[in-house]
């Protein structure tokens, strides 16, 4: 029986249901101080880096929750693939810009996850950007897999304390 959560080798998502989309998202935010190396010639922000800004608040986020990527790949052998992403731009950043990443999940299946994003830039609260990745979990040879049930559970659970989270001494700064 084909799992409707899967498509053939391509990302496809099953449409929320009517008690997920009356729950208020849980976001979860993290602050960036937009870098030199990240903007053009005018000090404006090249597009790629909101896709590694959203990178960062996805981390970020699974981090709050009590794991890393990096926990899931070494664990459980399962990653978490970006199967696609979308970015609207609706303002320019600029080089020293501070901006708030704020990320939640807006879709979570078995073997599928989508986060969406805002990023907004702190010193006058403008969003600037919005966007959506979606994920599909595999295994070490790319086969696609359901997510593994402890981190299932942690992306479902609300944030752990700060203290929880540095006492955590497996989770690795660069993930």
């Known amino acids: 029986m084909k799992d409707p959560n899967v498509g053939d080798g391509f990302y496809q998502m099953v449409s ?42 996805r981390t970020e986020f699974c981090r709050a929750r009590g794991f890393s990527y990096r926990d899931m790949e070494e664990n459980e052998h399962s990653f978490l693939v970006v ?48 966007g959506e990745t979606g994920h599909v979990v595999t295994d070490g040879h790319g086969r696609v897999r359901s997510f593994p049930e402890a981190y299932n559970q942690l992306l479902s659970s609300s944030p752990v304390t700060p203290q929880f989270a540095q006492r955590n001494d497996e989770v690795a700064p660069d993930d």
């Open 83 to 130: 199967a696609e992403s979308y970015c609207r731009y609706k303002a320019p950043a600029y080089y020293d810009d501070e901006l708030i990443v704020r990320t939640h999940i807006t879709e979570k299946r078995r073997r599928a996850l989508r986060f969406g994003y805002e990023i907004i830039r702190a010193s006058d609260s403008q969003v600037i950007a919005e």
């Open 16 to 57: 929320m249901t009517q008690e997920d989309a009356l729950r208020e998202p849980e976001w979860h935010e993290t602050r960036v101080r937009v870098r030199y190396s990240e903007t053009d010639k005018m000090g404006v922000v090249y597009h790629a880096n909101y896709l590694i800004w959203f990178e960062i608040g």
